[in-house]
């Protein structure tokens, strides 16, 4: 630290000899060109045809790698789209400016006028007429062969992180393309993009706790939005037949891998499907973002292939257990058998869970991490699904699923309840467990009943977990890699407590909290 305290102090002492001369942050330079750019159109040109062209051109970025060589130095400039060498000599630029560039560092922003050619060693360069200073870094970049290699460093300051590692700007890249695919196939295919409020009265949509507020005009409590799902079923009921939102979301849950309390999905409900047609959906909006961020529907994640482009399987929870739990189909179907296997595991099933309770437990505690593969989970129990409408052949179940892949839910979705009497009665009972301490339990919420009240066409809806969809398209193994500004505990804070996961200098709590998706 003692070093880079120094070498801070070098570089102040260049700045303030900047602003003396008058010459410190300027603002009238302005790059013509990108290197991307460049090395597309005149990559292939071999040097003999190049250089003749004395092709001028204007760059502008970040000095990245430098080497004096007496009368001329070389240099690599970083811009938006990739890097280029510069070529700064002498009886070009004049002995002034080669002598103030060999004081530059590392980190400087520069500007750079010259033409193209191709040196000895094959590579597109800029031979410079004139190079500028044009913005002063003070502090020095992470080792030039080894990067940062503080994970949690890296999650700080995701700004050097970008400056200096290529797969974390691919990997932010990709998920803006991913993003921008799926907005492009939702409208494509008739939904309109709405905007539902961030901070909602009552919280609802999801079975999470939320983060509190107060709005000092209105002197009330507010609660950051949890999911955006009963906004957008109003839209529904007020005759809006398809509409979908790119939502932020907040859950005052743990972090990990997984979890991050702000988090990205993208929510949509359409009039007149049901779930088969969700399900039909989602997988084609899949297999289209992973095309347009990846270049195929075949991807690789965590050295093993997942496949998106074959259709994707379909279990209810009872196959599920059965095909991989272990548990014979008789089994499957006794509650005896479930509960005692639970008990075996460490689990203590309440005693008032029912058979369809006691199945998905089970397949909680074993079958997820075991889909690999795209696979939807249907047939979910009632008692876990407040806002699913109930199946017409099995009363016990509703028509919801959700899409696991590498282990991982994707997507949650249902037949929507559009029943105004049956979803007072499920608040009720939320709210009753609300009042018995279960702090992730739902609200009552009356205006929503009101709307229903009014009418609400049959209508399916699903939610997308957008975080964990760029994780599986960029091979990321933790939800912090894919968010730019991932939460973290405030630096300096000592401690940590239990659940605490160092991940570098700092603590990072690392106790699973809410889903993020399946709460929908």
């Known amino acids: 630290m003692s070093d880079d305290n120094q070498l801070i102090a070098e570089r102040r002492e260049k700045l303030a000899a900047l602003r003396r001369a008058g010459v410190a942050f300027p603002n009238d330079f302005k790059p013509r060109q990108h290197a991307a750019e460049l090395h597309h159109r005149h990559g292939g040109v071999p040097n003999e045809e190049l250089e003749p062209q004395a092709i001028a051109v204007s760059v502008g970025g970040r000095m990245m790698l430098k080497r004096v060589m007496g009368r001329a130095c070389f240099a690599t400039l970083q811009d938006g789209t990739g890097r280029i060498q510069l070529y700064v000599a002498q009886d070009a630029v004049g002995a002034e400016a080669l002598a103030a560039f060999k004081h ?100 609802g949509g999801a079975n999470a706790k939320p983060f509190v507020t107060h709005h000092n005009a209105l002197d009330q409590e507010m609660f950051l939005r949890i999911a955006p799902e009963l906004y957008l079923k109003r839209l529904l009921v007020g005759g809006f037949e398809r509409v979908f939102e790119v939502n932020r979301n907040f859950r005052n849950e743990g972090l990990s891998v997984r979890h991050n309390p702000e988090f990205t999905m993208m929510e949509f409900y359409a009039a007149w499907w049901n779930h088969h047609d969700l399900m039909d959906f989602t997988e084609q909006l899949l297999r289209h973002a992973a095309r347009a961020a990846t270049g195929s ?15 994707f399987a379909r279990l209810t929870v009872r196959d599920a257990l059965v095909k991989h739990a272990g548990v014979s189909p008789a089994d499957a179907v006794d509650a005896a058998v479930l509960h005692a296997r639970l008990k075996a595991m460490g689990e203590e099933p309440p005693a008032h869970w029912t058979l ?55 997507a949650n979705g249902f037949s929507e309840l559009n029943d105004a009497e049956d979803q007072a009665a499920r608040f009720a009972a939320q709210a009753a467990n609300k009042e018995a301490g279960d702090e992730e339990a739902m609200y009552y919420d009356a205006d929503f009943i009101r709307a229903l009240e009014y009418g609400m066409p049959p209508a399916g809806g699903c939610g997308v977990g957008i975080d964990r969809l760029v994780m599986l398209l960029t091979d990321s193994p933790s939800i912090r890699d894919v968010i730019l500004f991932p939460a973290l505990r405030r630096e300096g804070r000592e401690g940590g407590g239990a659940g605490d996961s160092r991940e570098g200098s700092g603590a990072i709590d690392n106790c699973e909290g809410g889903d993020g998706v399946s709460a929908r």
């Open 104 to 203: 530059w560092d590392l980190g400087d922003i520069l500007g750079c006028e010259g033409t193209l050619f191709r040196t000895k060693t094959g590579e597109l360069s800029v031979k410079a007429t004139s190079v500028r200073l044009v913005t002063k870094s003070l502090r020095p970049l992470p080792d030039k062969f080894h990067g940062m290699t503080d994970q949690e460093q890296k999650y700080r300051q995701r700004y050097v992180d970008l400056m200096t590692d290529d797969t974390a700007r691919a990997r932010f890249v990709a998920r803006s393309k991913a993003v921008a695919s799926i907005r492009n196939f939702m409208v494509e295919h008739a939904f309109l993009e709405v905007e539902t409020p961030m901070l909602h009265p009552i919280p």
């Open 297 to 311: 529907a075949v991807v690789k994640y965590a050295g093993r292939e997942v496949n998106l482009e074959e259709p």
């Open 356 to 410: 369809a309770e006691l199945q998905f437990g089970l397949f909680e505690a074993v079958v997820e991490d075991q889909l690999w593969q795209p696979t939807y989970i249907v047939d979910y129990p009632v008692e876990v699904s407040p806002l699913a409408r109930a199946s017409d052949t099995d009363p016990t179940v509703t028509e919801r699923f959700e899409l696991f892949i590498t282990g991982r839910e994707m």
